[in-house]
């Protein structure tokens, strides 16, 4: 069984969603330190001159875990998201598909990053047709860190494969993963070309962007970037 480890991401993008496709279980690493500026509380939507980010505001304290991270709802940050849905994709293919699913959502009181994250991931993880089981890696109380983490993370859902990211060898120590008899292998990506629904191509947006603009084809062209 192979498996995939990353942290939730909020509206993550197409090579997320490709890591997910390729493995049997992709586990929510939920329980690690939260690092601000990176994914887990924004990402890009394409837009007429070119992108824009969508952020969730949020509260925390140096050393906090993702999953205890919670979100500034003193500020409009839903309202703005969804406009900004609005604003960018009602001339997309498959606005009207999607579009009811996020009005609802925003209309949520969200409390956690990880909430929402979850809520989203799991969304566009059916509305793409992936299948893989997601587990949430603070459901199986590991205390480990680094590489034996994610070892013990393999061993826990008795995986045989650990599929890294591009960016792996930054971080992972791959003779560890053979010592104990878990292959590796690196996710190779290489972004796909679609039509979206400004001219142009703008790539690294959210999934949503290939969602509102490719439909039922999305899932199609994710795997036409997979080397």
Same mark, same amino acid.
């Given at each position: 069984?192979?498996?995939?480890?990353?942290?939730?991401?909020?509206?993550?993008?197409?090579?997320? %969603? !490709?890591?997910?496709? =390729?493995? !049997?279980?992709?586990?929510?690493? !939920? /329980?690690?330190?939260?690092?601000?500026?990176?994914?887990?509380?924004?990402? #890009?939507?394409?837009?007429?001159?070119?992108?824009?980010?969508?952020?969730?505001?949020?509260?925390? &304290?140096?050393?906090?875990?993702?999953?205890?991270?919670?979100?500034?709802?003193?500020? !409009?940050?839903?309202?703005?998201?969804?406009?900004? %849905? &609005?604003? =960018? +994709?009602?001339?997309?293919?498959? +606005?009207?598909?999607?579009? $009811?699913? @996020?009005? /609802?959502?925003?209309?949520?009181?969200?409390?956690?990053?990880?909430?929402?994250? /979850?809520? %989203?991931? &799991?969304?566009?993880?059916?509305?793409?047709?992936?299948?893989?089981?997601?587990?949430?890696?603070?459901?199986?109380?590991?205390?480990?860190?680094?590489?034996?983490?994610?070892?013990?993370?393999?061993? *826990?859902?008795?995986?045989?494969?650990?599929?890294?990211?591009?960016?792996?060898?930054?971080?992972?120590?791959?003779?560890? %993963?053979?010592?104990?008899?878990? #292959?590796?292998?690196?996710?190779? @990506?290489?972004?796909?070309?679609?039509?979206?629904?400004?001219? $142009?191509? &703008?790539?690294?947006?959210?999934? *949503?962007?290939?969602?509102?603009?490719?439909?039922?084809?999305?899932?199609?062209?994710?795997?036409?970037?997979?080397?």
């Amino acid at each position: 069984m192979k498996i995939a480890i990353h942290q939730p991401q909020y509206l993550p993008w197409l090579g997320y %969603f !490709d890591k997910m496709d =390729n493995s !049997d279980v992709f586990v929510l690493l !939920d /329980d690690v330190q939260y690092k601000k500026n990176e994914w887990q509380n924004r990402n #890009k939507i394409r837009t007429a001159p070119s992108w824009q980010w969508l952020t969730v505001p949020v509260i925390f &304290e140096h050393g906090q875990k993702i999953n205890e991270i919670t979100i500034d709802n003193h500020r !409009d940050w839903r309202s703005k998201h969804l406009r900004s %849905f &609005e604003m =960018n +994709y009602s001339r997309s293919p498959y +606005y009207e598909d999607h579009i $009811g699913f @996020f009005r /609802d959502s925003y209309t949520k009181d969200w409390n956690l990053l990880v909430d929402i994250n /979850d809520y %989203f991931i &799991e969304y566009l993880k059916k509305a793409l047709g992936i299948n893989t089981e997601l587990v949430k890696a603070s459901s199986l109380k590991i205390t480990s860190t680094g590489t034996e983490r994610l070892i013990d993370i393999c061993k *826990v859902l008795k995986a045989d494969t650990y599929l890294a990211g591009s960016g792996s060898a930054d971080y992972m120590d791959a003779e560890l %993963f053979k010592k104990n008899g878990i #292959k590796t292998e690196v996710q190779e @990506f290489s972004h796909p070309k679609y039509k979206q629904v400004f001219a $142009g191509f &703008e790539p690294y947006m959210s999934a *949503v962007d290939l969602l509102f603009s490719s439909g039922k084809d999305s899932l199609k062209i994710i795997r036409e970037g997979r080397k």
